[in-house]
Nanobody
Framework: QVQLVESGGGTVHPGDSLRLSCVAS????????LGWFRQAPGKEREGISY?????????TYADSVQGRFIISRDIAKNTVFLQMDDLKFEDPAVYFC??????????????????????WGQGTQVTVSS
């Protein structure tokens, strides 16, 4: 019931920053969590971060991006963002936004819950060039 559209990808140099956006529609979001995943060619989809969309929801991050990436939200506009700082050569991938009913996360590792149950956006490409 939730539709997602990502934007903001592009090509940057190492050390540069990007901010991705994900706009959700089609369903109220207060009982959902929205997350960011990425997938590089030949690799499995990797969980980056997620946040519960209820008021007061706190973000969760994968260890690989802790301290460099920040997830945020604009609840009134049904939008989540991913601020990516100090981009590195291991960061290029297609970045996907995903939405899952929040209670499902309690019964599994969070990334597995998204993989099993989430609705996904089309993805936006992030490239890091020399």
């Amino acid at each position: 019931q939730v539709q997602l559209v990502e934007s903001g990808g592009g090509t940057v140099h190492p050390g540069d920053s990007l901010r991705l956006s994900c706009v959700a529609s089609g369903s109220p979001l207060d009982h959902y969590s929205l997350g960011w995943f990425r997938q590089a060619p030949g690799k499995e989809r990797e969980g980056i971060s997620y946040i519960n969309m209820r008021r007061g929801g706190q973000p969760t991050y994968a260890d690989s991006v802790q301290g460099r990436f920040i997830i945020s939200r604009d609840i009134a506009k049904n939008t989540v963002f991913l601020q990516m700082d100090d981009l590195k050569f291991e960061d290029p991938a297609v970045y996907f936004c995903a939405a899952v009913p929040s209670p499902l996360i309690e019964f599994s590792k969070w990334a597995e819950a998204f993989i099993d149950f989430a609705n996904w956006g089309q993805g936006t490409q992030v490239t890091v060039s020399s």
